[in-house]
């Protein structure tokens, strides 16, 4: 189809498709779930301790 005669629907969705190949869209994210599926769950669960030991740290000196 040619690009002058799409609908402004057909446009937004061939807009997020293309979006939606990069893997660096902002649809997907760059959060939370980026950190702890790129660091496994063994990384997960030393921020989770290190998290915590300093949440106790800092309770019990301040």
Sequence with gaps: ?????E??????????QEEL????SSV???G??????GI???GTFII???IIA???IYQVFF
């Design 1 to 5: 189809m040619n690009k002058e005669k």
């Design 7 to 16: 609908t402004p629907e057909e446009r937004r969705e061939r807009m997020r």
């Design 21 to 24: 190949k990069q893997p660096s």
């Design 28 to 30: 997907h994210g760059s």
């Design 32 to 37: 939370l779930q980026d950190l702890v599926g």
């Design 40 to 42: 496994g769950w063994k």
């Design 48 to 50: 989770i301790i290190v």
């Design 54 to 56: 300093a949440f106790i």
